[in-house]
């Protein structure tokens, strides 16, 4: 239920296809690191498509590890 959400002001941030209907769904749509299917989409519907870095091994500062 949408319980007063303003899609149209709303944004989503995705990396796959079983994303795209919140995708379609929102006023700002951004893909992340999309397949090439994606991508293509995305390009279609004038969303935004961003290149994230993939992260590095998490250490646990807390820990000493």
């Known amino acids: 239920?949408?319980?007063?959400?303003?899609?149209e002001r709303s944004y989503?941030?995705?990396d796959s296809m079983s994303?795209?209907?919140i995708l379609e769904l929102v006023g700002s749509a951004t893909v992340i690191n999309p397949n090439l299917k994606l991508a293509?989409?995305?390009?279609?519907?004038?969303?935004?498509?961003?290149?994230?870095?993939q992260?590095?091994?998490?250490?646990?500062?807390?820990?000493?590890?």
């Open 12 to 14: 989503a941030y995705a």
């Open 40 to 53: 293509r989409l995305a390009t279609l519907r004038c969303w935004r498509i961003e290149y994230w870095k």
């Open 19 to 21: 994303d795209v209907p």
């Open 55 to 65: 992260a590095g091994p998490h250490r646990d500062m807390r820990q000493g590890n």
């Open 1 to 7: 239920r949408d319980k007063d959400v303003d899609w």
